[in-house]
Every structure is written in structure tokens, then in C-alpha cells.
């Protein structure tokens, strides 16, 4: 099997990893932050040409208030310091999602770190921030809809958040979670998915490569049979 052109992680077990250390839920977010720089490292190892994370689902709006402060204020902190960075790298942002329900300070944040990578092209970071599934392929059909358009597979994926990302070759799920939780319904329709028992702030580049290894062991057949 060839290298994987599309990597999507749901980022998973930030506070299972807080609590199992006797911490508040907060300090798991931020201990992911390295993870989220080794997944990078990662991919840019492997050459992988798109990698998406998982950040927030329209579901986590569930979570207690300050938690979920918390974490847009470190998406917005990460944003702030990495960019630069994954510039340099050649890295290429992109955030997809419902952005209208932001802080408006956390908008501008992603609006810069767009804006600031839009001419890279090495690998293309996707952050998949206030997003949801169900919601992305509901929007995009009233969006259809409200065109006058057919809707059809084919301008059903022109109208979806990022229609030139590739649908993920490999969804990696940290935590040992057995569950989509709404994510890429769309996209995952024939993706791999490789599931580790890591909490996500343990989560590693060597680990990143290990899943790698272990989709070149599978044999894709969309439906099909083997080939001889």
C-alpha cells in the first residue's frame, strides 16, 4: 500500500490524561499542545501532503463554560505562536467549521494564521474547529438548495467546507475510543482507521509513524475485491 495523502486525527483523552494525574481538565488541553507539534512533525516527516485535527466539536459545547473557554483561548494562543513556525516549515492553514459563534478575538486569530500560510504548500493543516459532521453535509445541502442546484454527489462535495481537501486516507483515534463522534461522516466513507489506547498528550511523532506503518499493511478495496 501506497503512503497515505491525507492523515486525520480526532484528538482524544486531554482530561482523562488531567484527572489520572490528580489535575484540572485545563492542564490536559494544554499539555496536548506538544502533541499537536509532534503530530506536525509527523507528517512533515512522512510527507504527508494533508493532515486535519480534530480541535472541537459542535457537541463540546456540552462541557462546563470554563472549559470551554479555556480551550478557545489556548486554540487561539496556539494559533498565535505556531504560525510563524509552520510557515517556515511550509505549512499551509486551514480552519474549518462555524466560525459565526466564536470569540471574536479567536476569529481573528484564524484569520491571520490563514492569511499568513496561504502561499505554502509542503503539508495543509486542516483544524476542524466548532465542527460537525452531520452539520457540514446539512449545510452544504441547504446551501444547494438555496442555489436552485441539483444535489448530487458530486456538487454535494463542491459545496462542503474545504471541497479540495482529499477524503482521509487514515483517521487516527487517540485514547482507544471505537467511535467517529461525528467526524468527517462525509469524507470517511472508505478511510482506515487506526486506534491507539494513548491519551492525546502522550501522543507522539513515533507513534504518528507506527500508525503509518500499520496502514501500508492493509489492502484498500472500496468495495471491490483483492487484486491479484
Request: net charge neutral.
Amino acid at each position: 500500500m501506497t503512503h497515505p495523502r491525507h492523515v486525520a486525527i480526532i484528538m482524544d483523552g486531554n482530561g482523562r490524561w488531567a484527572e489520572a494525574k490528580g489535575l484540572p481538565r485545563y492542564r490536559g488541553h494544554l499539555a496536548g499542545h506538544k502533541a499537536i507539534r509532534e503530530a506536525v512533525a509527523g507528517a512533515l516527516e512522512a510527507g504527508i501532503e494533508w493532515l486535519t485535527l480534530f480541535a472541537f466539536s459542535t457537541e463540546n459545547w456540552r462541557r462546563p463554560s470554563n472549559e470551554v473557554r479555556a480551550l478557545f483561548e489556548l486554540f487561539e494562543t496556539v494559533l498565535i505562536e505556531e504560525t510563524p513556525e509552520l510557515v517556515t516549515q511550509g505549512v499551509r492553514i486551514h480552519i474549518i467549521g462555524e466560525r459565526d459563534n466564536l470569540p471574536g478575538s479567536l476569529r481573528k486569530a484564524i484569520d491571520n494564521a490563514e492569511k499568513a500560510s496561504c502561499k505554502q504548500d509542503r503539508l495543509h493543516l486542516v483544524g476542524a474547529l466548532n465542527y460537525g459532521g452531520r452539520q457540514e453535509i446539512l449545510r452544504a445541502a441547504k446551501k444547494l438548495a438555496a442555489l436552485g442546484k441539483d444535489i448530487n454527489e458530486s456538487t454535494l462535495r463542491s459545496a462542503l467546507y474545504l471541497p479540495e481537501m482529499p477524503d482521509p486516507d487514515l483517521i487516527i483515534r487517540t485514547s482507544g475510543e471505537l467511535r467517529l463522534s461525528n467526524f468527517f461522516l462525509w469524507q470517511s466513507a472508505y478511510s482506515e482507521i487506526w486506534v491507539t489506547e494513548t491519551l492525546w498528550p502522550d501522543f507522539s511523532k513515533e507513534e504518528f509513524a507506527h500508525a503509518i506503518r500499520t496502514y501500508q499493511t492493509r489492502q484498500r478495496r472500496f468495495g471491490g475485491v483483492p487484486q491479484g
